[in-house]
């Protein structure tokens, strides 16, 4: 029997009311048995509390609300059961309600839900209970979640480099203080090494030369006063010894083809600099003079000089014409090219932040001053006129300048700096120099210092400054407004093609500052009325000049590039500290990661701060990175301390205490800090002295030691048996001493000690014997024998041995050709490539023979001629014998 034929049994014996109740309920069942378990038991646990008669008669209702529910709920991701209540009804008659209130938010929840799902099955689910527990704001998930991926990345690589894992900064800044003193070291000792090399090429002062070698020659040269022989000649005639005085030398292209004969010995390299201004013609003699070129140029720059240039061109041969310079026609053929960024003139980055920006792209390598945040560049703007139609001067410009040389030689301390005037063309130039020598009339002492200083005043134009630096630059721009007021637009060399190549050279030739005197204004500068890019140039740097600020870095805007969130965070750190900060100092590529203000002097960094991040990552070299740039750094001012990642991560607080400290001592110790002087060009290195009057003499001579040589028997004694191990000890320790020795000096010397002056067929014999037995090899120069030592090399040898005392001097033939050479190598690097006669002559003097002879000329001229077999020496055309090395 059914649950519900039971029920109707009741029915029956209990009565109607009761029947159309347990109806009701049975219809409920067969509604919901459809549901699982579950939802079974929640639908009846709603009910429990519900009366019935309330249901109505239409039981249909529940099972379509319930499967309408279901389908709402499988599209659009809503979850009834997202709460816990009794009081189901109520609770989905509130969560309709409230879908229908929000139903233009619909979608909008059920992409988040669909969303929520998805990362809750990529477990992820993480991230949505951080935002909806409002741990994790919304707009900042993404980074959040990036944040977290990063630094558990940024662990584990920690943790399996052993470098980053036992990283400690103290240890490290230690290797780096290390490095540094080595680098120094080594700069120091290879300087030191440098001068004794060439000092050891250098010929003894007092020592006499042969008549025909090239030190005889360069003597009697010197004496004559340079009489009958041309400086051409004389070159000729000494090249080996020229190139050992004069390993580089300077000299222009005319100087080379007018002094050096073509077949003068090829230099290993030959430079040109400022290769913009070269015309390739007048290059090419000098090129042809060397193994390896290199040419330095920089294209941004002055070309040669085309006023008394003919205009001339083949048209039909049009590619066999030289471009403008050597530097084009190199570029043009795509030479090996190397890019020097590094730009080492200018002590504050505004001298070249306008050619850098404007000219470079912005690519050339410039550091940062700790006073960046004003400019040293200066307009000055005058009251004055440009004669155009008249003297073409601007006098008040003029006068201007020349008020400003006098007051700055006038002064102690600004006289210090050197100065350089520029103008725009050679008739302000004129005008200047004439009243600056008025002045100097009237101040002599100022025209004394002035010409006694180490870079005394100069005036130039456009045309010829290139290649000149000074401290401090005046320019003047002389054109302007005429006496009507009116402006023309024609700026003489501006207007040119290449103009704007001039006003380049013309405002980058300061190293710490520079001042603009111009009675024009940019906002006279109508470029509606002209296309000359110099002429815009120059509306450009008169702006930038006027604002005194540094317009690549606005006032007071920090910023960060690559979103190095380390440093923002820093930054923070310092600026609760109370202190203003600055991020990204600098023009160029190189930045010094945060500058702090300096409280009493708001236009200056009081300290600065570098983090191991892009810096250090664009950085070539360890060297560049740890020792070049902040030695660059320092010798601009900055005082600088280093930020390690790991350690920020490691513990922030320590980090931003060791700052904190650094900044009070950089306060303190601005107090007590001693002046370096402004005047601070380049490093005065100083050399210890070295003494090579006698080391240089004696490069390859040594004392020529002997055995003293005992009486060891008769001469009976000598033929027997028991001598044997005598005579071999002796010859063992006479080879040990004096070899290479002739095989005749070595026997003779054995048969001395018993009193045998002269050897048989017998003794040599025995001897012979005895030398068998002795680890020795044998060379034969000309028919002589010489024994040797087992470790000695011949062709590794490079001494020769001269006795002090006469009795124990060798016989020329007792003297290997070895040896003969070395003394030979040796005269030739003192005096120079000379005559085999005064060659063999003078290597003989060095063991001590004043006079030659037969002998000494055989025995010698075999040495030398074996040599220039062997290619150890040459022999030039005009019969002199110089040394190959």
Known sequence: MTCGNELRYILNELGSDFKQAIDKTDSVYNAISVYNYNEIRTILNAFKNINLAQLGNDVNCAENYILKWNEFSDIFKVNIDNEQSNNWLDRTVNTLNNISKNIDKLYAVTEYNAKREQLANEQ?????????????????????????VYYALALKYISVEESLSTFRSNSFEQTIKEYHALIDEYSKLTVQELVAKL????????????SSSELGILKRAIKSNGRMMSIRKLFNEIPALLRRLCPCMLMSPISVAQYIDPSFPKFDLVVFDEASQLPTSEAVGTIARGENVVVVGDPNQLPPTSFFKSNRIDEENIENEDLESLLDDCLSISMPQMYLKWHYRSRHESLIAYSNMKYYDNKLYTFPSPNDRVSAVKLVHIDGYYDKGGTKQNKAEAEAVVNEII???????????????????????????DMLADEFSKKPELEKYDSESAEPVFVKNLENVQGDERDVILFSVGYGPDKDGKV??????????????????????????????STLTPEQIDLSRTRALGVEGLKGFLKFAGQNRNIVIPDGKVSVHNDNRVIEEIAKEIEKLGYKVNCNIGCSEYKIDIGIVDPENPDSYLLGILADGENCKNSATSKDRFVLQPDVLAGLGWKIMRVWTLDWL?????????????????????????????????QNLEFEKIDTSTQIEQTRQRKYETVDSQILGSSESFYTAAAGVEIQKLMFKIISVQAPISKKALYKSVLSAYGISRSGNRAEAILDGILGRIMHFETSDNGVIFVWQPEQKPDEYNVYRVSEQNENRRNIDDISSKEILNAAIQVLSEQGGMQKSDLIKESAKKFGFTRTGTLIDTTVGFAVDNAIKNGKLVVSQDGKITDKT
């Open 650 to 682: 490691d513990d922030s607080a320590r980090v931003i205490e060791k700052i904190k400290s650094e900044i009070e001592n950089a306060i303190s110790g601005k107090n007590t800090k001693q002046k370096i002087s402004e005047q601070n060009k380049t």
């Open 124 to 148: 992820l689910e993480c991230i949505c209970n951080a935002v909806e527990s409002g741990s994790v704001n919304k707009e900042n998930a993404v980074d959040a979640f990036r944040c977290n």
């Open 407 to 433: 007051r700055r030689l006038s002064d102690e301390q600004l006289r210090t700096k050197s100065i350089g005037v520029v103008t725009f063309n050679i008739i302000q130039q004129n005008l200047i120099e």
């Open 199 to 210: 000092s050891s090429q250098v010929p003894v002062s007092g020592s006499a030369g042969a």
């Open 488 to 517: 023309s637009m024609n700026f003489g060399p501006l207007n040119r093609d290449g103009g704007w190549r001039r006003l380049n050279v013309a405002i980058s030739r300061a190293r710490q500052e520079m001042i603009v005197y």
